[in-house]
């Protein structure tokens, strides 16, 4: 598909890391920061309303934004109006509600420390061109949004210490169980902790990984935990027991044990398949070489974790996976800044921008195939956000491939049946 250019939703004054959709009011949520070095670039949680703009296009107004104080947010889990958002080695867990406009505007003065004003937003548009190019974040580009003053409450409840690694503690990932009662982290001292949610009580705290986690998923129900570590490890988990441990290149003699590494691990639907789950695993080169070797897309059966298919995704590292809602898409960022979207049947590319963001790709997250409030995705077959180091939010689209009536794909084979005969009789005479 080549190189394209995918006009940016969104940018932010500060370097982004971390993308959610809430899921109930479609609300986008973007999160980083420069952390606690005193570079003046702010840290902080932004709250984006999306409206479609035509069938196709999307536009967002910043609604609020939560200043985090000294802690830049590298990772969050959002739902139930809850985010759960990894700041160094803690998991601060903040409440958000989103009010009327006309609440919002009443609330906007008892709310200075945590609101973006429209004088800032001013003030700040249009000077952080160079530092979002190379990467520093810098000021940003909101002049095309809109700041309708605090829009959204938020209020922190409750913080777990999620990695003590004795020398720069960080927690690395985090997420909720699909029924949102509990609260799993990892980090780099390499212990997944769980806690009960909402009381925050530690449930399991046990050592995974000799190296820090990578990533972690659960499945629905509970059933099992799926952990990926810095080194060569992907494990399953019931509770706190090792289950077993994934072996992606058991079908591929020619690939090496160590030449790859696991980078992340999602569980998905299946589509029209009720009870049916997936798991997808991104493998990476364990080093760099100067003929860059390819990255793999592994698809195991969620309950059995056989492999069921793998299948090269190009020659740029990945850095980021999100899976869709129905289980239909995977969404790949890459260390370059490239963003593509893959069929989860197939493991076939879809969509492909090559270095749209030019740098580091943090995070990706698919939009909601239905809101009850407000259509959000249009006549788009699907869309999903992606951000950057350079402070920048996009949004890439397919839109719904051309389709023909059933009835008329018969009507034409008929036609050529009928067609395929009457050329036979006129070859062949008493063909027939």
């Known amino acids: 598909m080549g190189r ?30 420069g952390g606690a070095s005193k570079t003046g670039i702010k840290n902080a949680v932004h709250f984006l309303s999306l409206e479609l703009v035509g069938e196709h296009q999307y536009s967002a107004t910043l609604l609020h934004s939560h200043d985090t104080d000294m802690c830049a947010t590298m990772n969050m889990a959002v739902g139930d109006g809850v985010i759960a958002a990894g700041q160094d080695g803690t998991c601060s867990l903040m409440r958000f509600k989103q009010r009327q406009p006309k609440e919002g505007r009443k609330a906007a003065s008892n709310e200075v420390g945590n609101s973006e004003h429209k004088g800032n937003a001013r003030r700040r548009a249009g000077k952080g061109d160079k530092g979002a190019k190379d990467g520093a974040g810098g000021a940003g580009d909101v002049s095309d949004m809109k700041d309708e003053t605090a829009q959204v409450s938020v209020n922190t409840f409750g913080e777990v210490e999620s990695d003590i690694n004795p020398i720069d503690p960080l ?25 009960d949610y909402p009381s925050l009580k530690k449930k399991f705290d046990f050592k995974a990984h000799e190296t820090e986690i990578e990533d972690l998923d659960m499945s629905p129900g509970n059933q099992h935990l799926v952990s990926v570590g810095r080194g060569f490890a992907c494990s399953v988990w019931s509770g706190n027991q090792l289950a077993m ?120 997250a698919f939009l909601p195939d239905t809101l009850k409030s407000k259509p959000i995705r249009g006549n788009n077959e699907v869309a999903m956000l992606s951000v950057a180091v350079d402070s920048r939010c996009q949004v890439h689209a397919v839109r719904n491939r051309r ?30």
């Open 245 to 364: 441990s994934l072996r992606w290149n058991e079908t591929m003699p020619q690939i090496a044990d160590k030449a790859y590494r696991y980078m992340a691990c999602r569980f998905g639907r299946v589509e029209d398949q009720k009870g049916s789950l997936r798991l997808y695993t991104v493998q990476v080169p364990y080093k760099r070489d100067r003929k860059p070797l390819p990255c793999y897309l592994t698809k195991w059966d969620g309950k059995s974790f056989l492999p069921m298919l793998t299948a090269p995704c190009g020659n740029e590292v990945i850095s980021s996976l999100a899976v869709s809602d129905a289980g239909t898409f995977l969404g790949l960022g890459t260390v370059t800044g490239s963003v593509a979207i893959y069929i989860a049947f197939s493991l076939q590319r879809l969509y492909y921008v090559q270095e749209s963001h030019g740098i580091v790709v943090t995070d990706v």
């Open 171 to 195: 927690q690395k990932v985090v997420r909720f169980s699909p029924d949102f009662g509990l609260l799993l982290t990892g980090g780099t001292d390499g212990h997944i902790r769980v806690w």
């Open 403 to 432: 389709s023909f009536p059933m009835w008329l794909v018969l009507f034409f084979c008929g036609l050529m049946v009928v067609g395929a005969v009457l050329l036979l009789q006129y070859l062949f005479p008493g063909f027939m």
């Open 4 to 33: 394209r250019k995918v006009p940016d939703l969104y940018r932010a004054p500060f370097p982004l890391y971390s993308v959610k959709v809430d899921p109930k009011t479609g609300m986008v949520i973007t999160a980083g920061g």
